[in-house]
């Protein structure tokens, strides 16, 4: 099936492009957490959302999620690893499915557009966001995981099943015991190799052989996740439209910049959808 748009992203301009693109009639595939924006969660009051005076962050994802059923919406919970842009549309990596729309919204949020020294350039050599994709090409050897949220523990888990060795590399307090798994034997500081991926550098200058990296994030950086997309540093550049460089791929919230607002990115993720709208008519 080919959709008319894949939404990247569940937060609140995710949500908002959603609920109006359902409302036009589109066919969405919608990638992200059905348990929507952390960042949203995690708020203790918001007091600048019009309609909803001092709500908490958990009140609020629950009015969300509630309209989301209500609209008949489904949220597919499969990591967006890659996007390629086609003659009539775009291929979108999710998980170990490739999927085919007309048009793409990025509602990622704020990520980091560095990543570590030499990930980008050896993405698909030795590099991989994917496990399920690509774990099995590491069966008995040794490799370096970097898990940016509990979330990832069990693609950990199923990588160190076929994997002799694990170094594992977390930003939080991580208790995963298995015995070929060695959590954090220090900072990770760079990825080493030329043509392809064989070592990682720690912060204390030691250095480590493997045979393959696996840098799992909530969100893939921008400029990894589509070829060519114009940055102003780590964020998308977009016209008023909510338009990107590549003709049929929008962006909205967060991931466009500051100021990092709920309001701002509900209003840049109705535009967005409007413009998708106008740009499928055409």
């Known amino acids: 099936m080919k959709y008319d748009v894949a939404i990247i992203g569940s937060g609140p301009a995710a949500i908002s ?28 009051k918001i007091a600048n959302y019009p309609g909803v005076p001092m709500v908490t ?19 597919t919970e499969r990591q967006v690893t890659n ?32 990543g570590f020294p030499n990930e980008a350039e050896l993405l698909g050599h030795g590099v991989s966001y ?5 774990g099995f090409l590491y069966k008995g050897k040794t490799i370096a995981v970097y898990c940016g949220s509990k979330d990832f523990e069990h693609e ?9 060795k694990v170094y594992l ?21 760079a990825i ?30 921008p400029a990894n996740l589509i070829k060519g997309i114009d940055l102003n ?7 008023r439209n909510m338009a990107t460089n590549k003709p049929g791929c929008f962006a909205a919230g967060d991931c466009t910049g500051r100021p990092y607002q709920l309001t701002k990115a509900v209003g840049e993720g109705n535009v967005a959808a409007h413009s998708i709208v106008a740009y499928l008519a055409e």
């Open 17 to 44: 492009a959603a609920l109006t693109l359902k409302l036009h009639n589109k066919s969405i595939i919608w990638f992200g957490s059905k348990k929507l924006s952390p960042k949203v969660e995690k708020s203790e």
């Open 57 to 75: 962050g958990p009140e609020l994802n629950r009015l969300y999620r509630e309209q989301i059923e209500a609209m008949g919406l489904e949220i």
């Open 83 to 114: 996007i390629a842009a086609t003659k009539r549309g775009f291929m979108v990596l999710g998980g170990s499915d490739i999927y085919d729309a007309k048009t793409v919204l990025l509602a990622t949020g704020a990520v980091s557009g560095k």
């Open 130 to 134: 994917c496990a399920t994709c690509d």
């Open 156 to 164: 950990v888990t199923y990588l160190a099943e076929l994997a002799d």
């Open 169 to 189: 590399f977390t930003p939080y307090d991580c208790d995963l015991s298995r015995e070929n798994i060695t959590v954090n034997p220090g900072k990770l500081k």
């Open 192 to 221: 080493c190799g030329e043509k392809k991926a064989n070592g990682i550098e720690l912060l204390d200058g030691t250095m480590l052989d493997v045979d393959g990296v696996f840098i799992l994030r909530p969100a893939v950086a």
């Open 233 to 239: 540093g780590a964020d998308i550049v977009v016209d």
